[in-house]
């Protein structure tokens, strides 16, 4: 499966964006998608993640009440809304696939296809 991440942009505090990753060349239903981002300076972190068929969502604490992940499998993307954007959001946000759901959702290895990622910056 190839993915293409796509959405960023310059926003200012208190802003909103919508990350999309479209699926190609696979079976995009069979896998777990989570979103990751990683800013300057920083290690990659889960954002949210979502199951093959969306019954079961993740996000990192502080995300939460802000972003939202969802998931069309008619159409292979993987949404990510974010809302209340703060400039510490500021990152290179990657989508990336994962076989099932379990206690290693945030371990990055764990993801066999990654998108080329987009740049979220959010201005004070």
């Known amino acids: 499966v190839q993915l293409q991440a796509s959405g960023g942009g310059l926003v200012q505090a208190g802003g909103s964006l919508r990350l999309s990753c479209a699926a190609s060349?696979?079976?995009?239903?069979?896998?777990?998608i989570g979103w990751f981002r990683q800013a300057p300076g920083k290690e990659r972190e889960l954002v949210a993640a979502?199951?093959?068929?969306?019954?079961?969502?993740y996000y990192a604490d502080s995300v939460k009440d802000r972003f939202t992940i969802s998931r069309d499998n008619a159409k292979n993307t993987v949404y990510l809304q974010m809302n209340s954007l703060k400039p510490e959001d500021t990152a290179v946000y990657y989508c990336?696939?994962?076989?099932?759901?379990?206690?290693?959702?945030?371990?990055?290895?764990?993801?066999?296809?990654w998108g080329q990622g987009t740049q979220v910056t959010v201005s004070s």
């Open positions: 990336a696939t994962k076989r099932g759901w379990s206690s290693d959702l945030d371990q990055g290895r764990r993801y066999e296809s």
């Open positions: 060349g696979g079976t995009f239903s069979n896998y777990a």
């Open positions: 979502i199951s093959w068929g969306g019954g079961r969502i």
